[in-house]
């Protein structure tokens, strides 16, 4: 029998775990408040963006539905910004709002996008 140990990183943002050190994954985890796009190559404040996304969503009237496009539009349509805005959302709120995000498909997006 042999025995080995392994050192294994994990991301703190989203919890992924590698056996081998991945230094890039944390820069551009999608849970990551700091990171940086890799589809529009823009750094933003994302949560100056996800307070901004959830007050839109609490202020939206119950009777009126609440389109993912108000959030592209913050973040100028790029699908992994809108991915990470949602990520936080739901980890701040829950499921709370989540219907509101089911119409949205992240690899047509990413199609559309390219």
Known sequence: MICKMQ???????CGKRYFRNWP???????????????MCKVKRDYRELETSARMLMLLTPKDEEFHVGKIESMVECCPA?????????????GDRFLEAFFSWNYHERCTWWW
């Not at 890039?24 to 890799?38: L, S």
């Not at 910004?81 to 709120?93: G, Y």
């Open 24 to 38: 890039n994954h944390e820069k551009y985890c999608t849970m990551n408040p700091d990171r940086e796009c890799r």
């Open 7 to 13: 050192k294994i990183w994990y991301c703190e943002y």
């Open 81 to 93: 910004c809108t991915l990470t805005l949602v990520r936080m959302i739901q980890r701040r709120c």
